[in-house]
């Protein structure tokens, strides 16, 4: 595992839910090893972000809030354009409930986790941290939700 002080994580919260922004902002700044850059409820909003700051401080993880995004197409999307944009980037799906459809198209689109709101909590950092050196993690409520899903990578996942 990467030690704890050689992480300094620049992340982007993009959640619809203003309480859960707050929240994973407090989770995160708490933990030294990450610093949320922006939190936004729009994909726009992070677009801009993207193309006006300097390049050292592009983002190195996007927290998605995956249920929110326009079912698993829009996932797919957003986290395709992400990639082919900073395909060093790792992507963070987020989410109240856990889709079978949104999972898959999360491991399918090189999401690095998806994870359940409830499972993660004030521990989001860690888990952020422990995605560094995983292919693919999952959430133990997830895990629960994918057992249809025939996809190598959920297959093979870390769960938390």
Known sequence: ?????????????????????????????????????????????????????????????????????GGADGLKHIIRDLLDQMPELMVICLAQFADPNLIKAAAENGARAYMLKQDVRLHIAWAICYAIDHDFVLSAGVTRASTTIFHNRVSHAQIL
């Open 1 to 69: 595992m990467t030690g704890i002080g050689t992480i300094n994580l620049k992340v982007i919260v993009i959640d619809t839910d203003y309480y859960s922004q707050q929240a994973i902002n407090s989770y995160l700044a708490w933990d030294r090893r990450t610093r949320v850059t922006l939190i936004t409820d729009s994909i726009d909003d992070m677009w801009e972000h993207i193309r006006t700051v300097p390049k050292a401080e592009l983002p190195d993880v996007v927290v998605i809030d995956a249920n929110h995004l």
